[in-house]
C-alpha cells in the first residue's frame, strides 16, 4: 500500500539520545528519502542535530523546534515527532537553506536556481502548480515572513506552505535543523516536492466573519504595528466597535484577532499580540487602508475536522498548527481531541509562531495533505 511509504513516530523520552534511537526503530521498515522532525526545545539542540544525523546516514533530515508537537492521536510538549518518507513518495525532492534573510535580498533568487539546476534547468515559474508544491520553515524570530512569502509568489506559481518554528514560549531562541546543521536566526529552509500520488493545500482557521470592519489608517510596517484604524487611536477605536471598555479590551488584547477578507470562505487572519499605548502590534504585517472584519471564535476541533473531511481519500498530513490555537485547545482540555482527528492518518506537526500559506497568518492551520 502506498501508505506504507509514510511512518510517523513520537517519543517522549527525556534523553535525546534514547529519543531518537525510539524514533529509528519505527523507522526500521522503510526506505527513506526524507525524514521530517519537530522537536520540543527542551531537548538540548545540538544533540539532537548530532543524534539525528548518525540516525539517518544518506536520508534528508529536517525539522525545527516548537512550541508544541502532534502525531496521530497525541498531542502535547516536551517531545520529538517525525515522519518518514519512503523514495517513492517523491518524483523530485530538492532542499535549500535560505541564510541571512534580514539582508540578502536575493537569498530566494540564489535557491531557485539551485532548484533550477536540479531540475535539469526548468525554471521555477514554469513549473506545474497542480504537480509541485514547497515547504517553508523560518526561523520564528526572524519577523521576515513576509519578506520571503511576498518573494516565493513573485518568482513562482507553485504555493509553499509551512510555519515558523518557536521555542515554547519563551521568545529568545528558535531553531532549524536542515541535514545535519543547525540554524539558530535569520533563517529558513525551502522544500521543493514532485509527489508522486498527487497533494493538496488545506488552510482551516476556526472563525466566522463578523460586519464589525476596521481598516488601518496609519501603521509601521515594519514593526506590525497599527498606529491607528478608522482614524482613531488603534485600542481606541478597536475597543469601540467591540463595544466594550478599553481597560477591559487591553487586559485580553489576544481574544480578538482580525480577517483580510477575500470572501465569506476565505479570510487570512491577523492576531493582536500586545499594545504599545493606545499602538497594537500583531503577530503578523497589517497594511495600511486594508479592511479588516473582527472575527467570532467557533470550535477548533469541529472545524477543522469538518474541512479535513472534506478533502477526500489523504494517504499523510503534515499540520502548521497555530501556538495561539494549541494555547486554546490545551485551555478548553482539546488536545487530544484535536490529535484524534489524525488518528487514522500517519500525521505529524507542530505549534508554530504563524503560518505561511500565501503570506504569513496566524490562528491558522496551513496543512499539506499527501494523496
Known amino acids: 500500500m502506498f501508505m506504507d511509504n509514510f511512518k510517523i513516530a513520537y517519543s517522549d523520552l527525556k534523553d535525546a539520545a534514547e529519543a531518537v534511537k525510539s524514533i529509528k526503530g519505527s523507522f526500521s521498515d522503510i526506505d527513506s528519502a526524507l525524514v521530517l522532525f519537530f522537536v520540543s526545545p527542551s531537548y538540548p539542540v545540538d544533540l539532537i542535530s548530532k543524534e539525528m544525523t548518525k540516525a539517518f546516514v544518506g536520508v534528508h533530515t529536517v525539522g525545527c523546534t516548537t512550541a508544541g508537537e502532534m502525531a496521530s492521536g497525541k498531542m502535547g510538549k516536551d517531545s520529538i515527532v517525525a515522519m518518514a518518507f519512503g523514495k517513492e513518495v517523491f518524483k523530485h525532492l530538492a532542499i535549500e537553506t535560505l541564510e541571512n534573510i534580514h539582508t540578502d535580498d536575493a537569498v530566494v533568487e540564489k535557491a531557485f536556481k539551485s532548484f533550477e539546476s536540479s531540475l535539469g534547468g526548468q525554471s521555477m515559474k514554469s513549473l506545474d502548480a497542480s504537480e509541485y508544491v514547497g515547504m517553508v520553515i523560518f526561523d520564528g524570530l526572524s519577523g521576515c ?92 477605536a478597536y475597543a469601540q466597535m467591540l463595544d466594550i471598555p478599553e481597560e477591559k479590551f487591553l487586559k485580553n488584547i489576544g481574544e480578538y484577532p482580525v480577517g483580510l477578507v477575500l470572501n465569506e470562505l476565505n479570510f487570512f487572519v491577523r492576531s493582536p499580540s500586545v499594545n504599545e499605548g493606545t499602538s497594537m502590534c500583531f503577530f503578523c504585517s497589517v497594511k495600511e487602508e486594508q479592511e479588516l472584519a473582527i472575527l467570532i471564535p467557533q470550535d477548533i476541533v469541529a472545524g477543522t475536522s469538518a474541512d479535513l473531511k472534506k478533502c477526500g481519500d489523504v494517504k499523510a498530513v503534515v499540520d502548521f498548527n497555530c501556538c495561539l490555537r494549541f494555547l486554546e485547545l490545551e485551555r478548553k482540555n482539546q488536545l487530544k481531541a484535536y490529535s484524534d482527528i489524525f488518528k487514522d492518518i500517519p500525521a505529524i506537526g507542530f505549534s508554530t509562531y504563524g503560518e505561511s500559506y500565501i503570506g504569513h497568518i496566524n490562528q491558522t492551520s496551513t496543512m499539506l495533505l499527501f494523496k
Open 145 to 236: 515572513e513576509e519578506k520571503i512569502n511576498d518573494k516565493l509568489g513573485n518568482l513562482t506559481n507553485i504555493n509553499f506552505v509551512g510555519g515558523s518554528a518557536g521555542d515554547s514560549f519563551a521568545f529568545k531562541c528558535t531553531n532549524i535543523f536542515v541535514d545535519g546543521k543547525i540554524y539558530t536566526t535569520n533563517a529558513a529552509v525551502l522544500l521543493l516536492m514532485e509527489p508522486t500520488n498527487g497533494f493538496e493545500i488545506l488552510k482551516t482557521q476556526s472563525f466566522k466573519i463578523s460586519d464589525k470592519k476596521l481598516t488601518p489608517t496609519k501603521v509601521n510596517e515594519e514593526k506590525r504595528m497599527v498606529i491607528e484604524f478608522n482614524g482613531k487611536p488603534a485600542t481606541q
